[in-house]
């Protein structure tokens, strides 16, 4: 059940492999004894992980300096998410209109002074 578990498959999934009720999976997922297996696998996979890191850096390097601007672009997409520094969801842009938004909320509240269309002397 834990192999299954870890591979992750659902309760309803492993019931159905193992011939017993999701219930039951259930139960024995959330042991203690079990929990511990989990976590013990879960902390050897990050271990694991970890090995990678100096590989995956030398291929994002590899990636940036391609010839192909495609596999470039991919080596900085993969780069950006991996600093935490690109956004999924573009709900959480700022648009333009939120900009000119904000530019009249401080503008209104004497904060600054916005000049359109004139350079400034």
Known sequence: ?????????????IAGEMECAAV???A??????????????????????RTLVPLSITAIRDGLTDKDKRVKLQ???????A??????????EETAEDVVR???????????EVVVGEERK
């Open 1 to 13: 059940m834990i192999a299954l578990y870890l591979a992750g498959c659902s309760y309803e999934e």
């Open 24 to 26: 039951t999976v259930g």
């Open 28 to 49: 024995v997922i959330r042991n203690p004894t079990s929990q511990a297996l989990i976590q013990a696998a879960y902390k050897e996979h990050d271990e694991r992980l």
């Open 75 to 81: 080596a900085v997409d993969r780069l950006y998410r």
């Open 83 to 92: 600093l935490g520094k690109y956004r999924d969801n573009p709900e959480d």
């Open 102 to 112: 904000r530019i009249i909320r401080i503008r209104s509240e004497g904060k600054v």
